[in-house]
Every structure is written in C-alpha cells, then in structure tokens.
C-alpha cells in the first residue's frame, strides 16, 4: 500500500512538469501588448538611416537623418533636421521588439488581408507579406504587426487601405524592406531595411534604418501625443497632391477648380 502511495506521488510530480513549462512559455507569445517606447523618435514624420530621397511629395512633421545620410529633394514640400539622438531611439525600439517575437496561433497572420477587420493586439506574418485591398482596425489600439517574425519578410502593399479611428497606434515592424504603392497606408512603420513610397498617402511615421524614398507621396506624421499632422495645401482637382487639409487651400489664392478653371490645367484663374 504504502509502496503504490508513493508511486503516485512520483507520477503526479513528474506530470506536473511539462505542464509548468508549458504554462510558463506561453506569455512570451503576447508579451508585446504594449505600445513600442518610441522615445524622441515620436516626434518625427520620418526618420532615415542611410539615405533619403524625395520627389513631389509632402511631408507634415518633422524629417530626420543621421549625419552620414545622404539627402536628395526635387519639388518636396518638409523640414528637414539632423536627429542622430531621435535615430538612435528608433533603432533602440526596433531592436526591442525584434528581440521578443512571436504571436499566439491564433494571430498569425496569412494572405493579403483584404476585406480584414482586425481588433488590438499583437499579429504576426511569419515571412514576407504582400497585402492588397482594405484592412479595418477596430478600438483604440494598440494594433502591432510583425513582418518576418521567423524568417526573412518584406512588406509590400500595392492599392492597400488601412482604415482606424487611431492611426498613432498602429505599428508595422518589418524585418526586411517596405514598399508602399498608391495606397492610404495608417501606422508606424518600424523598417529593418528601406522605406519605399509611391503614390501613396501615409497617416504615421516612415521609420528606416536604410533608405527612405517617396515619389509623389504624403506623409501626415504623428506627434509625441500621438495626433495626426494637417497638412496645409493648395488642394484642387489636379492641382496639388491629394491628402492636404482642403479646408486651407492656399490660404490667399483659391485652386482651378475653385475659381472656375479646368482642374487639372497648370496656372490659375483670378478670383472674381
């Protein structure tokens, strides 16, 4: 009797390991359900590493580079400064989640996420994505993705929509390069590799440890207290980029279209 007692006792111990570390290797699948500590990177736009380089774009916030960035800027409307402090604390928060990766299962993320609607929380792709379509994030957020979480992953979206009530807490980390292709792009965008923008509308931050390109792009950064900037423009029908605030066309001289001309044309029409 006492002999089959204390081979039960054994047995239960024994039992009881495997589920101990189970139990206690799950939370690091979620441990990031907060939002990423920005530091003084909050407060830019757009930070970039190794180069940047922009074209009939318009950037509201603030733009940073290091001092070795090479800088190229044709018809652009941005401030530019150095910030090798701000740079540092992006990479010190990339670093940080690229050091506690991984999703429950049921968070893993495939295919292109159209027509997807997504509450807050921590998703993964486990490679590369390659999104297209409309993408819903619903509540205040936090909503953090990760690009690559287990192997090399690139983020690309070609006509993607993000739609939130609360772009400022959206996260894309991305182990690899990001391109974005006329699309309305929400978030920050935390890039291993470079930062690649065409025709496309971002409400975030373009965030790049190498190049950052944008070529008839808008970029609405957020603030430290994580507000969307309003961009100020000459916004009418082909005479000017779309995205601007159209509340404060030109201030002092209405758009084509405004005063009767043909959007599109180059020139204006005097107001009568």
Sequence with gaps: MARGLKFL???AGLAVI???ALFSATPALASITAAPDLGTAANFAVLAGKALTC???NVAGTVGVDFTTAFASTRCKMQVQYAPGAYQDFRTAYTNIA?????LPANNLTGTLASVTLGPGTYCFDAAAALTGTLTLTGT????FEIG????GALTATNFTVVSDNPCNAYWWVQADTTLTTSAFQGTILGGGDITMTGTSLAGR???TGAVTMTGSNVFGCSGSGTVAKQHCNQGVGNGPEGCDPGNSNNKNS???ENGGTPGDPGRQGAK
Excluded: E
């Excluded at 957020?141 to 953090?144: D, E, K």
């Excluded at 979480?149 to 090399?152: F, G, H």
């Design 9 to 11: 006792r054994l047995t």
């Design 18 to 20: 495997p589920f101990i």
């Design 55 to 57: 074209t009939d774009s």
């Design 99 to 103: 050091g506690d990766l991984g999703c």
């Design 141 to 144: 957020g936090p909503w953090i």
């Design 149 to 152: 979480a287990t192997a090399v």
């Design 206 to 208: 373009a965030l790049a």
């Design 255 to 257: 758009s084509n279209d």
